[in-house]
């Protein structure tokens, strides 16, 4: 098992590998194979790449994010680039409906608004969104229309976890609540803990779902 300076090291390599991070303003702890990063970002989409990145390296057993997006040079000429560039890559997502979703920006922080069929959609929106230069933040008030039968939802994602054999279903925990999915226990790996997030969000009347899952 790596040592945590030895995983510090494979995850400063990583970022430094990764032309989709600027590394500069990044620190880097590790103590019991947990990762914290700690800065600053100058975007969202900057925010999730290092986070792809850590998840990426072997023996990281979880991460803490404390990057903070930095917003220096926003001004309303810039949101209202913002916004056409929201809209257009919502137009462009696959599965979204044409004018379902409102856009506002303030100072590169963009709300979503609206009412959907799925969460997953919901979902998709957001990280289509996420990924655009200049957006700092996200504020996420798409609804997700229809009831949710609570022993429905989790025997679904029970039986797709199954089938796709990619995380052990049974050493999962599934909680539904009001459409809100919670997923706790221990996975082998984060490939695991991202199956188990997808077919979560990818089951009719989920609205939202909570990570709380660990990698061994």
């Given at each position: 098992m790596k040592s945590d300076e030895e995983l510090r090291q494979d995850v400063v390599d990583e970022l430094e590998?990764?032309?989709?991070?600027?590394?500069?303003?990044?620190?880097?702890?590790?103590?019991?194979?947990?990762?914290?990063?700690?800065g600053t970002v100058p975007s969202l989409a900057q925010k999730i790449a290092v986070e792809k990145a850590v998840q990426r390296v072997d023996g990281v057993r979880a991460f803490v994010v404390?990057?903070?997006?930095?917003?220096?040079?926003?001004?309303?000429?810039?949101?209202?680039?913002?916004?056409?560039?929201?809209?257009?890559?919502l137009d462009a997502t696959e599965g979204l409906p044409a004018d379902a979703i409102s856009v506002t920006v303030d100072r590169g922080c963009v709300t979503l608004a609206g009412t959907l069929d799925w969460g997953h959609q919901r979902r998709?929106?957001?990280?289509?969104?996420?990924?655009?230069?200049?957006?700092?933040?996200?504020?996420?008030?798409?609804?997700?229309?229809?009831?949710?039968?609570p022993d429905e939802i989790g025997a679904k994602i029970l039986g797709a976890l199954k089938r796709r054999a990619r995380a052990d279903a049974q050493r999962l925990t599934i909680e539904v609540r009001d459409g809100?999915?919670?997923?706790?226990?221990?996975?082998?790996?984060?490939?695991?803990?991202?199956a188990a997030h997808g077919v979560a969000w990818a089951t009719r009347g989920v609205r939202d779902v909570i990570d709380r899952m660990t990698v061994e």
């Open positions: 590998w990764d032309p989709a991070v600027e590394e500069e303003g990044i620190q880097i702890s590790v103590r019991e194979r947990v990762v914290t990063l700690e404390r990057l903070q997006v930095s917003a220096d040079g926003a001004s309303m000429d810039a949101d209202g680039e913002i916004e056409k560039a929201v809209r257009t890559v998709a929106a957001e990280l289509a969104v996420g990924r655009l230069r200049g957006v700092v933040g996200i504020v996420n008030r798409i609804a997700v229309c229809g009831e949710a039968n809100v999915v919670t997923l706790s226990g221990a996975v082998h790996s984060f490939a695991e803990k991202r």
